[in-house]
């Protein structure tokens, strides 16, 4: 198999325009589809993509000609279709749904910058996008061309990054920044490696995916120069893997750039361990891994997209055992009010105790393993690496933290107040929330 092997389409539509023009992203930026007329040129729209399509104000609708060329015109139910063409179920809100269900502006210590992991950090650099994904989290911002993001807001975000020395790993996204030209991005990524604590940068783009065409030698050479640069693509069904998409792919992957893949779990269209199954295996042919398999976010108008939490637990259950473990995605629940990811997946391990653990396998064979019995622990105070300055001037958070100190407790801010029960409380609590100190007659 090659990427030769894999299909190239072109809607009978567009069968007239020249190949030049076709492979030239330029052009297809220009003629994207938006309009009830325009789609209808290349496929019939139902009476519900009509309505959505014609209400005032609803999420931007763009799609290239050559993504909207995969779109099977007889299948109303095509899985690239639901994905970008919006129905009238997008305009039903509620059932726990919101605008920014991630909190990312609560996490934005400058416009557009979201520092939510302590030596990571989430650039927003732009919210123009090739085609736009009608499950957007960031539907918010994303589209809107009144929301752009400044030069001074870049600039402030730069700001920020080279005064917050424990960043070591920024991520650019929006929007998709490989919408940009080569020129812009390069000098971002420019800004980027003059930051001496940023070691890597990370690039979150749909654009192969949507506009294969945009991956120039000129790009891939540019981004050759930024090492250590990894970029994750954004592939949901197999249907969207063709040969434009391979050899973008081959062309970033030969300019030295490790690619993942991040999956949207979205009802009607993935949510099956046969279509995971498939995409998990085109995708680690073309040498892109299987990075994340996202719960649909609880943002306004994707309801409809969402799964039970069981399905993804189920669709793991169905890879894991059965196909390569690289191939497996890490499937996560990106927690609302900012949790952050949060990995989900079935219980290997059935039971433990002091010296044996039982676990099971893929095909529910479960066996034990027997612990150590003379276990020497690591010792930090002989270590090089846990003597470093940096290292001891860390705090811990979360349940790392509890683990590797003496604290007894992590507890929510306000937690002391609350359970202040009077003298004769059991346990009176310190207010620097690290620590309890027990009661003489608890000692």
Request: proline content about 7%; some cysteine.
């Amino acid at each position: 198999m090659s990427h030769l092997d894999f299909p190239s389409k072109r809607a009978p539509f567009f069968q007239t325009v020249s190949d030049d023009n076709w492979n030239d992203w330029r052009w297809q930026m220009r003629n994207r589809l938006r309009t009830v007329e325009e789609f209808e040129q290349v496929f019939p729209l139902s009476d519900s993509e009509k309505k959505a399509l014609d209400t005032p104000d609803h999420f931007r609708v763009e799609v290239t000609p050559y993504f909207a060329s995969l779109i099977n015109p007889q299948d109303p139910h095509d899985p690239i279709r639901q994905q970008v063409i919006p129905t009238s179920r997008e305009l039903v809100y509620g059932g726990g749904l919101m605008e920014d269900s991630l909190a990312e502006d609560l996490h934005s210590p400058v416009p557009g910058l979201v520092h939510r992991y302590p030596d990571r950090a989430l650039m927003l650099v732009t919210t123009q996008c090739a085609t736009y994904c009608r499950y957007c989290t960031r539907s918010r911002i994303v589209g809107n061309p009144h929301q752009t993001f400044s030069g001074d807001e870049l600039e402030a975000q730069l700001d920020y990054l080279e005064s917050t020395p424990a960043i070591r790993d920024v991520v650019l996204s929006g929007g998709d920044p490989l919408s940009f030209g080569v020129s812009r991005l390069e000098s971002l990524l420019k800004q980027l490696r003059a930051i001496k604590h940023i070691e890597i940068i990370r690039i979150g783009s749909r654009i192969p995916v949507f506009l294969p065409q945009r991956i120039t030698t000129e790009l891939t050479e540019m981004l050759g120069r930024y090492h250590p640069l990894w970029l994750n693509i954004h592939v949901n069904h197999p249907n969207e893997i063709t040969a434009e998409l391979a050899e973008a792919c081959d062309h970033l992957s030969r300019a030295g750039i490790p690619l993942g893949n991040q999956s949207v779990l979205l009802a009607g269209i993935n949510d099956c361990v046969n279509i995971q199954r498939e995409l998990v295996h085109k995708l680690t042919y073309m040498r892109v891994r299987p990075y994340y398999l996202y719960q649909c976010d609880l943002v306004h108008g994707a309801g409809h997209f969402r799964t039970p939490v069981g399905k993804g637990i189920e669709i793991i259950e169905g890879l894991r055992g059965h196909t390569s473990g690289f191939a497996v995605p890490t499937y996560v629940v990106d927690a609302p009010g900012g949790g952050g990811k949060v990995p989900l997946s079935p219980s290997y391990l059935i039971s433990m105790s002091d010296h044996k653990v039982v676990v099971r396998n893929y095909e529910g064979y479960i066996a034990t393993y027997e612990e150590p019995t003379d276990y020497q622990p690591h010792n930090p105070a002989t270590c090089t690496i846990c003597q470093q300055e940096h290292l001891q001037d860390e705090v811990q958070e979360g349940v790392s933290g509890l683990l590797s100190d003496d604290r007894l407790a992590i507890r929510p801010e306000g937690f002391s107040e609350v359970h202040k029960r009077g003298a004769t409380a059991p346990h009176r609590l310190q207010q620097d929330q690290s620590k309890w100190t027990p009661h003489k007659e608890d000692k």
